[in-house]
Each structure stands twice: as structure tokens, then as C-alpha cells.
């Protein structure tokens, strides 16, 4: 009896299924790869939009999701930065994840960065997640009057305003990827409960 022909395609298959059920067990609705333009931002919002209509979700968690998925994706747009060819494979690209749970909205968002930007982003995420609620509206309003801009636009203020919004410290970490070249994770929580 000859034995039944292997499908050549079945390791990729079994990956897409395995992803599937991670997916499933996690919760995570929405996964994106690539470059983030306007449209990429739009197209996302609709969905999450259209899924949390269906789940009857409050108007102030919604409108905080949305604020926080903007200002993530972003994020992602103005700061992926761009890399020599040997490195390409990061360029100008980000992943973005929406998942919920029935306490909470988790957003997360993954970015290369150059290595040497890593000290002056840590200490600012560092800063924001040990100010108080009257103390991040004073560093939002002075940033917003004398924040000096970096060449790419903000000040820091989209991570202020996630954590203005959300009252959650702001989830971060590094990766290194080469000696140049480290993955900025972001990880944010909007809980249910708003």
C-alpha cells in the first residue's frame, strides 16, 4: 500500500493554524505587519469600531481606544525608522495588536529603533509612568507650550496622552535585534471599566 503524499506545504499550514490558536487563547482581535500610512490607521479604526458596536461597548471606552490606537499607529509611522540594506527587513515597518479581555482594551505596538535612541526614550517613558494625574496634565501642558520637537514631530506627547487617558503606566520594552539596531515594544491597557 503506498503511503499517502505529503503536502509540501504543511509545516506553513500547521504554523497558521498554531498562530490561529495563540490568537484564539490570547484574545488578540486584530494583528498587523508593515508600514503605517493614513489609510492603514482609517481601515483599523472602522474595524475596531464595527467590532465594538457589536459588543455594545461604552462611548468613553471606545473613544479612548480609538485615541490610544491613533496615537500608536502613529507612533509607528512617524519613529520605524529606516535601515541600511542588510537590515532592510525593519525599515520603516511596525507591528500593531489590539486584544481585550473582559477587564481591558491591550494595545501593543513593536517598532526597530536605533540602540543609541534607547537611553533618552527610556528615561522619558520612565518619567511619565511616575507622574501623578495633575503632574501629567503639567508636563503635557508645558510640552505642548515649549516641548522641543524632534526631527521627526513630537514631544513626547503622544505617550503622555496615552497615560492621561488610559490612568495605566505605559507597558515598554527593548529587544535587542543587533548592535545598532534594538525592537521597541509598547504595550498599553484601556480598562473596561472607564
Same mark, same amino acid.
Given at each position: &500500500?503506498?503511503?499517502?503524499?505529503?503536502?509540501?506545504?504543511?509545516?506553513?499550514?500547521?504554523?497558521?493554524?498554531?498562530?490561529?490558536?495563540?490568537?484564539?487563547?490570547?484574545?488578540? *482581535?486584530?494583528?498587523?505587519?508593515?508600514?503605517?500610512?493614513?489609510?492603514?490607521?482609517?481601515?483599523? %479604526?472602522?474595524?475596531?469600531?464595527?467590532?465594538?458596536?457589536?459588543?455594545? @461597548?461604552?462611548?468613553?471606552?471606545?473613544?479612548?481606544?480609538?485615541?490610544? &490606537?491613533?496615537?500608536?499607529?502613529?507612533?509607528?509611522?512617524?519613529?520605524?525608522? @529606516?535601515?541600511?540594506?542588510?537590515?532592510?527587513?525593519?525599515?520603516? *515597518?511596525?507591528?500593531?495588536?489590539?486584544?481585550?479581555?473582559?477587564?481591558?482594551?491591550?494595545?501593543?505596538?513593536?517598532?526597530?529603533?536605533?540602540? *543609541?535612541?534607547?537611553? @533618552?526614550?527610556?528615561?522619558?517613558?520612565?518619567? %511619565?509612568?511616575?507622574?501623578?494625574?495633575?503632574?501629567?496634565? @503639567?508636563?503635557?501642558?508645558?510640552?505642548?507650550?515649549?516641548?522641543?520637537?524632534?526631527?521627526?514631530?513630537?514631544?513626547?506627547?503622544?505617550?503622555?496622552?496615552?497615560?492621561?487617558?488610559?490612568?495605566?503606566?505605559?507597558?515598554?520594552?527593548?529587544?535587542?535585534?543587533s548592535d545598532k539596531i534594538s525592537f521597541f515594544l509598547l504595550t498599553t491597557l484601556i480598562p473596561r471599566?472607564?
Amino acid at each position: &500500500m503506498a503511503e499517502p503524499k505529503q503536502n509540501p506545504d504543511k509545516g506553513f499550514l500547521e504554523f497558521v493554524h498554531d498562530f490561529y490558536t495563540s490568537m484564539k487563547d490570547n484574545e488578540i *482581535k486584530l494583528v498587523y505587519e508593515g508600514k503605517v500610512t493614513h489609510q492603514i490607521t482609517k481601515a483599523f %479604526i472602522a474595524l475596531a469600531e464595527a467590532q465594538m458596536e457589536k459588543d455594545e @461597548e461604552a462611548t468613553k471606552v471606545q473613544r479612548v481606544v480609538f485615541h490610544v &490606537m491613533v496615537e500608536c499607529l502613529q507612533n509607528i509611522s512617524r519613529h520605524a525608522d @529606516e535601515y541600511e540594506p542588510g537590515e532592510a527587513l525593519y525599515s520603516g *515597518k511596525g507591528v500593531f495588536m489590539v486584544s481585550n479581555t473582559k477587564e481591558a482594551y491591550c494595545i501593543t505596538t513593536g517598532n526597530a529603533i536605533y540602540t *543609541k535612541k534607547i537611553p @533618552e526614550l527610556e528615561a522619558t517613558l520612565k518619567e %511619565i509612568n511616575g507622574l501623578g494625574v495633575d503632574k501629567l496634565k @503639567e508636563l503635557y501642558m508645558k510640552q505642548m507650550r515649549e516641548g522641543s520637537l524632534s526631527e521627526k514631530g513630537g514631544a513626547g506627547l503622544g505617550f503622555i496622552d496615552i497615560r492621561r487617558k488610559t490612568g495605566q503606566q505605559l507597558d515598554y520594552h527593548f529587544l535587542p535585534i543587533s548592535d545598532k539596531i534594538s525592537f521597541f515594544l509598547l504595550t498599553t491597557l484601556i480598562p473596561r471599566s472607564l
